[in-house]
């Protein structure tokens, strides 16, 4: 049975760090490229940060470029997303997305920046 199981969320002030993790089972994760997605309230879901299967490549959104970094650990079947410098308009839920043919997707985890 294919989950992955985003962690890490929670509420935080402007300028402040999260770190998310996406734990990964039920398929082979080394195989495939992970990402970042997020979702804000009344808006599109959209991509935020990809890396390849062996983590030698990442691209981000404009938005998070220098903020934001993804990497990933394929011995622990885990996908991270470093967040610094958090904005309110960073607020949204955060999926972890799993694709390589076929994509799957994490439950979210939701990220609030307020003070």
């Known amino acids: 049975q294919v989950q992955l199981v985003e962690s890490g969320g929670g509420l935080v002030q402007p300028g402040g760090s999260l770190r998310l993790s996406c734990a990964a089972s039920?398929?082979?994760?080394?195989?495939?490229?992970m990402s970042w997605y997020r979702q804000a309230p009344g808006k599109e879901r959209e991509l935020v940060a990809i890396?390849?299967?062996?983590?030698?490549?990442?691209n981000y959104a404009d938005s998070v470029k220098g903020r934001f970094t993804i990497s990933r650990d394929n011995a622990k079947n885990t996908v991270y997303l470093q967040m610094n410098s958090l904005k309110p308009e960073d607020t949204a839920v955060y999926y972890c997305?799993?694709?390589?043919?076929?994509?799957?997707w994490g439950q979210g985890t939701q990220v609030t920046v307020s003070s």
């Open positions: 039920g398929f082979t994760f080394s195989r495939y490229f």
């Open positions: 997305n799993a694709h390589w043919g076929v994509t799957y």
């Open positions: 890396i390849g299967s062996n983590g030698g490549s990442t």
